[in-house]
């Protein structure tokens, strides 16, 4: 027996047809202790996510606007889920009370809250379990930071004497009591958290997709689902575009080796993906775990005769950056050459700047600028096992006629970053997906 820490979206709960599905899911498997609620989402496109709608109540308040209509939206949603599950629970107070709060000046924190807030009695008692309000166990600093360390304490303390418990996600207090969220999407965060608390053997995290995709299913149709993955991979291939979970959410179960498997409420059976400890070794290596990547970057190459053995050359070049707040993402270089590329939004109205700088202090013969340029990385833990890969990832690229014009494996030898041209970038990663993937 084990302990899983289940957190649910807000697809997942955005009706009563939907919480039921997660309480089957929950009730199914003993071991799934401990539960995490987001706020209701939508239940279909045209539809307002909670939070949002608290946010405008809020908006609206501080402008001396009514903001009863919107107010009423969210009381027929949780009433209506109430209704619908049958569940002998009256919220009547719960909402009076938020809404007395908002229009008493409460914070925005404190408003977007209720959403996890309210639906957390629902979800407990759908469930037959302990609700824990977390403004009483996750914890804040003076300075806002998330307080790790107390938490840990109290939580697990907590967890321990509950049970079985449903602890709302995205919030908790500041040292002074009051309420404090954490960014949007937070709740998979109180997910990673409550797992680290609760000593869990996996965290899972349930959503409407079965897992990761190994690439971008708006370029590629029907992309697979990536099986396993490892926070290293993962990290690389969320910092190149692929929206996976909440970053923050990653760090406290990765520190407490505790694998991820994200999994679809809708399809249960599904194993979905497993993201795992960066030193776990066992399963079948496949040659590449995933490919992402991002437009929009600015290429600045400067060349200069003999800048291999300027002292200093490279250190000159990156003060211009720095000097202009100015964080680059790659350093290619050659012998007379070094070039940076840099995302374009970095840039914004500094380019001219940079430029200007670069000549005064570098004293480069040339500068020249590419500004159309696209970053995709193939990311692998197999890649330094398997003998050959590069060699059919830039075959690949060559029969698709993309022209690569920078390459950058990363240090970690799990990546490899090429650059093509912006109109390239579709191109490029269908022809890597269907070399490697089929
Ligand atoms: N309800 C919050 C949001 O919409 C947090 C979450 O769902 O994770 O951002």
Redesign the pocket.
Known sequence: MGIKVCKF??SSLADASQIAKAVDIVKADSDRQFVVP??P?KRNKEDQ????LLYLCHAHAQQGISFDDVFELICNRYKGIVAELGLDLDMTDHLEKVKADIAAGASADYA?SR??FLNGPIVAAALGFAFVDPAQVIFFDKKGKFDSEKTQDVLSKKLAEVGNAVVP??FGAMPDGTIK??????????GAIVARAAGADVYENWTDVSGLLKTDPRIVDNPMTIATITYKELRELAYMGASVM?EEAIFPVRKAGIPINIRNTNAPDDAGTMIISDSDTSGKLESITGIAGRKDFTVIYVEKALMNSEVGFGRKLLEVLEENQISFEHMPSGIDTTSVVIANSQLEGKLDDVLKDIKHVCKPDSVSVYENMALIATVGRGMNHIVGISGRLFGALGKAKVNVRMIDQGSSEMNIIIGVEGDDFENAIKAIYAEFVG
Request: glycine share 28%; proline share 0%; no cysteine.
């Open positions: 979206g807000g987001s706020a989402g996510k909670i939070t949002d977007a959403g996890e996600g995205f969220t954490f960014s949007r999407g937070g709740s998979d965060i109180t909440h």
